[in-house]
């Protein structure tokens, strides 16, 4: 099946600072979203983007699907951004829908 | 409102006990799933029903059995529970394949067997 790897696993940032979490896969894909699982378990839609570029307040989103990676941009970094960030993605093929999840980038941050 | 709503939020019970987790989504869609998180945080899909009919089985031990009464909900039952299936459950749901669009999850159930 298809791989999904995100780096890095692990980010401490300070409030107020920029960073960009990443999301390799093995396979093209129709599907690709990105989650935020808040210190209270919540699974948020952050993107759904299989491919090129949205931006949502302080957050944005790249996939180059030809590549096979996706970008996660974290800008001004508040507290509240804390928590694991997910890649999802599904290829054209994958029975019933389904979504592979990445392992996850750990993120807290600082005051 | 909820889109995607499953009950209860926390289950702590003991080995051996049958379970079940209930799950609800308004929002139309034909394709609903079950996903597990384990302690070290990684999710993987145990079911996916289209319209009432089981399309995924990820190798999920005989004693999970999910149950779809209507498209709209996606019933998950757990017999004989072990240590190991302590972990959160997600219910999710989507249009059917094909269609280019988000997987809408619930809040989770935290299932701790003891």
């Known amino acids: 099946g298809i791989q999904v790897e995100q780096s890095p696993p692990d980010l401490i940032l300070q409030e107020g600072a920029n960073s960009t979490l990443r999301c390799n896969f093995s396979?093209?894909?129709?599907?690709l979203q990105w989650f935020h699982q808040n210190p209270w378990g919540q699974l948020i839609n952050l993107f759904y983007?299989?491919?090129g570029t949205k931006q949502n307040g302080r957050l944005s989103a790249t996939t180059v699907a030809t590549e096979r990676y996706s970008l996660l941009y974290i800008s001004s970094s508040q507290t509240t951004d804390s928590g694991v960030y997910f890649c999802?993605?599904?290829?054209?093929?994958?029975?019933?829908?389904?979504?592979?999840f990445g392992g996850g980038t750990r993120v807290l941050v600082k005051p | 409102d909820t889109a995607v709503s499953q009950t209860p939020k926390y289950l702590v019970t003991q080995m051996g006990n049958d379970k079940s987790i209930k799950c609800e989504q308004n929002l139309g869609h034909d394709t609903m799933y079950w996903y597990k998180q384990d302690s070290k945080k990684f999710l993987k899909i145990m079911f996916s029903?289209?319209?009432?009919?089981?399309?995924i089985n990820e190798t999920v031990p005989n004693r999970f059995s999910p149950k779809s009464p209507d498209k709209a909900h996606l019933n998950l039952h757990i017999n004989s529970l072990e240590l190991g299936d302590s972990a959160v459950y997600f219910c999710?749901?989507?249009?059917?394949?094909?269609?280019?669009?988000?997987?809408?999850f619930g809040n989770g159930t935290r299932l701790t067997v003891t």
């Open positions: 999802a993605v599904r290829p054209p093929r994958a029975a019933g829908n389904k979504l592979t």
């Open positions: 983007i299989p491919s």
């Open positions: 029903y289209n319209n009432k009919e089981l399309i």
């Open positions: 396979d093209s894909v129709n599907n």
């Open positions: 999710a749901s989507s249009p059917p394949a094909g269609v280019r669009s988000p997987l809408h």
